[in-house]
């Protein structure tokens, strides 16, 4: 049936053409994929995408130079898959054509544009500049080609020939040019070797005496060298000889050096022995003398500080009681002095009317005091030695006298400072 739908597949190399209803008014491009066809009212045409070679033959050309010329070249061409605008223009080129007539129509596009540059370029350009000659029937043929959707990938001139013998022509000369050359060069080449033969034939010679010179100049050194060279030998043997007896010198100081120094540690050793027993012993004389000494001082000091509190308390009650006593002896001297005032007031009073015998009695009363007095010192003697001159009384009776003596002066002295004459006065009386 007309209204059956159907599924439409191609491959990486093809292009779908899809046209007809429900294309929008133009038609859908499908690159290697599949679409829904409706046979009866779309349209489905494939377009190759294959690279196509194009062996492009211009026969009897003639050029710029007009020299008939025949040309082969090779062209790479294809219809742009990756364009839809491209695309478009190959449909419209070639839809439903096979593809023998679109290798026909780009072979005829190619060869014509081919033909056109090889009639504006010289023999001599094309055969030579290969390269120039193909880039330029690309440019030109790419316009055409691009507007029917095809793009060209390459072009290369392949072939050159003509049939007059022009291009043999111009190879005989370019060979009769290259032996003349050869030729020129050949003798050019022999000259330079004869020169240049002679040259290093001169610099052999050159470098030959220049070699024998410096042979004998090196001869000359290493003898010279070598002359220092056994001096400084021999010094390097007497010197090694020399320090052989001072290393063994410095050796030997060395080993006394660590002998010394095994001597030293030995000693540092022991006197850390010795500070450790000095400190044993401190501890020791600390726990067994000092810290009792201390504690006995602390004993002593708190002995001490009460032996103090209680003096001080004992003299501040003994300074009360001698306050008191102060006050209670000046109370008693107040009342004495008060009482022998008044004693001496009536004495006064007395003596007033018994002077005279108030001062004989007072004075009666007062010499055994003054004899007690005198007479005291003799009491308290162990032993007297007497010297006498040889007259007067000798031994105690001396000694007696002399108290007398003393004593027959008081009236005397009383008289001197009283004015009384107590001699006189007792024998009144």
Known sequence: MCLDIGIAVCGPNEALVISGMFQGGKPTFINGGRAIVCPCIQTVQRI?????????????????????????????????????????????????????????????????????????????????DRKTFSKKVFEVASVDLHNMGIAVISYTLKDVRDEVGYLASLGQARTAQVKRDALIGEAEARKDATIAEALAEEQRMESKLVNDTE?????????????????????????????????????????????????????????????????????????????????????????AEAERQKVVLEAEAEAEATALRGEAEAYAIEVKAKAEAEQM?????????????????????????????????????????????????????????????????????????????????????
Not at 63 to 75: N, R
Not at 389 to 401: C, E, K, L, M, W
């Open 345 to 429: 007031a009536k004495k006064a009073d007395a003596w007033k009317e018994y002077k005279e015998a108030a001062l004989v009695d007072m004075m009666l009363k007062v010499l055994p005091k003054v004899a007690a007095e005198v007479a005291g010192p003799l009491s308290e003697t162990n032993k007297i030695t007497m010297v006498a001159t040889g007259d007067g009384p000798i031994g105690a009776s001396r000694v007696t006298n002399e108290v007398l003596d003393i004593m027959g002066s008081l009236p005397d002295t009383v008289k001197k400072m009283t004015g009384v004459d107590i001699t006189t006065r007792m024998a009144r009386a």
């Open 48 to 128: 190759p995408l294959n690279t196509m070679t194009l062996e492009v033959h211009s026969p009897r050309v003639y050029t710029s130079q007009g020299v008939p010329i025949s040309v082969v070249g090779t062209a790479q061409v294809k219809i742009n898959g990756s364009s839809e605008e491209m695309l478009a223009y190959a449909a419209e080129q070639f839809g439903g054509k096979p593809v023998d007539q679109i290798l026909k129509i780009c072979l005829e596009t190619m060869e014509g544009h081919q033909r056109a540059i090889m009639g504006n370029m010289s023999v001599e350009e094309i055969y030579r």
């Open 215 to 303: 042979i004998a100049r090196s001869k000359r050194d290493f003898e010279l060298k070598k002359a220092i060279y056994d001096t400084e030998v021999n010094t390097a043997k007497a010197e090694a000889e020399m320090a052989y007896s001072l290393q063994a010198a410095k050796v030997q100081a060395k080993i006394k050096e660590e002998e010394m120094q095994v001597k030293v540690v030995e000693r540092m050793q022991n006197i850390a022995i010795q500070e450790q027993e000095i400190m044993r012993r401190e501890k020791e004389l600390d726990s067994k003398v000092r810290k009792p000494a201390e504690a006995e001082k602390y004993r002593l000091e708190k002995i």
